[in-house]
């Protein structure tokens, strides 16, 4: 550990500079946000027409997907009726027992609109979770809420709403009392990785100073896929530099071939595996095997575990480590967490 950059991360003075728009704040109090959201999405009145759907198609893009990658994560897991996320302009056919959710906490995501668009001209149900803009000004059932921040820090809003709605609709299966012991969890999270909490006693900074000029891969086993790809993304929107994100079992089928070459870029990488006692057994072996191996191809790695009481805890409590991952890496790169200028130029080009 730096003595020079720990220094950076434990100086209140940093994040005066360079967290105008107080994303550090947002991050902790992801707690507060999933137990409101996920009151908001009990409390919305459902659509008498609204039964069990066979199927579960929802569109949406980025931060305000990530949300129905982690439910379609959760009912892979326990629920017998599929739940498939859609990145795109469009959707799958759709059948008459069908449910089509457009997500987006804007309102206005080009592609989530496209998509929706077309959905709604088929068969089936439909329906828009967001904040407002032009996907609310649309027909049909909409359950809107209040976030005027990035999509990226709406993690809650993002999963619990849509949450509530599948649990009503017997596609998931989540109880309120794991809702309060995820969102209690949460808040120990952001008490144990504040900013006033120093790096020789801080995880998430500790992480962010073995992280900083490295090359990231973040390897989800299990279930906790979803969780790396959310590391990722945050390290990429936050932090501002290069990230991956990888799954096992999948990457001893190909990744592994593969550890030695380019030699030059080995020394830049830096693996962190995401871990969790509730994984099934024969995937916990392959953390730790596949470990051994990046250790004799001189790649540095570690594992990171997360307890838990269930799968949403888990999921929810591994990915706001790497939520806060990203902030202190943002930190120690010297940008703010916030700013999106690179990506509202890519859409005025794409205007």
């Known amino acids: 550990m730096s003595p020079t950059s ?11 500079r360079l967290d105008p728009d107080s994303m550090g704040p947002l991050i902790a109090a992801l707690g507060d946000q999933v137990r409101e959201a996920w009151a908001t999405g009990r409390d919305w ?11 579960v198609v929802v569109v949406g893009m980025g931060g305000s997907a990530i949300g129905a990658d982690i439910a379609s994560t959760l009912a892979r897991i326990s629920s017998p009726i599929p739940v498939e996320v859609v990145h795109n302009y469009t959707v799958p056919p759709a059948a008459t027992g069908t449910l ?34 032009e996907l609310a000004k649309l027909d ?14 709406a993690l809650g809003w993002a999963l619990m709403p849509l949450a509530s709605v599948l649990t009503q609709l017997g596609v998931l299966s989540i109880a309120d009392a794991e809702v309060q012991a995820t ?8 008490t144990a990785w504040a900013i006033n909490v120093p790096a020789e006693e801080n995880r998430a900074k500790q992480i ?6 490295r090359l990231p891969v973040i390897v989800g086993t299990d279930f906790l896929e979803v969780a790396a790809r959310r590391w990722a993304g945050q390290l990429q929107e936050n932090a501002k530099q290069w990230a991956f994100s990888a799954a096992l079992p999948e990457m001893n089928h190909n990744f592994i071939n593969g550890l030695g070459l380019p030699s030059p870029g080995i020394e830049q ?83």
Not at 6 to 16: E, K, S
Not at 140 to 153: I, K, Q, S
């Open 183 to 190: 969102a209690a969890a949460l808040d120990a999270n952001s």
């Open 269 to 351: 990488l830096q693996v962190e595996f995401l871990d969790a006692p509730e994984l099934h057994a024969r995937n916990r072996q392959r953390v730790v095997l596949t470990g051994q191996l990046l250790d004799e191809a001189g790649i540095a790695n570690e594992v990171i575990s997360t307890e838990a009481t269930n799968p949403l805890e888990t999921i929810l409590r591994a990915a706001h480590l790497g939520g806060w991952v990203s902030f202190y890496l943002a930190m120690l790169n010297e940008v703010d967490p916030s700013d999106t200028s690179p990506i509202e130029t890519f859409k005025e080009r794409m205007g």
């Open 140 to 153: 049909g059932p909409c359950l809107t809420y209040e976030w005027g921040f990035h999509p990226r820090a």
């Open 208 to 213: 962010a100073l073995r992280l900083h000029g």
């Open 100 to 133: 089509v959710i457009a997500s987006s906490v804007s309102g206005n995501t080009e592609e989530t609109l496209a998509a929706y668009e077309v959905a709604r001209a088929g068969p089936g149900r439909h329906l828009a979770i967001t904040t407002g803009g």
């Open 6 to 16: 720990a220094h950076q991360l434990d100086n209140p003075q940093t994040y005066v």
């Open 45 to 55: 009145p459902l659509p008498a027409s609204f039964t069990t759907p066979s199927r």
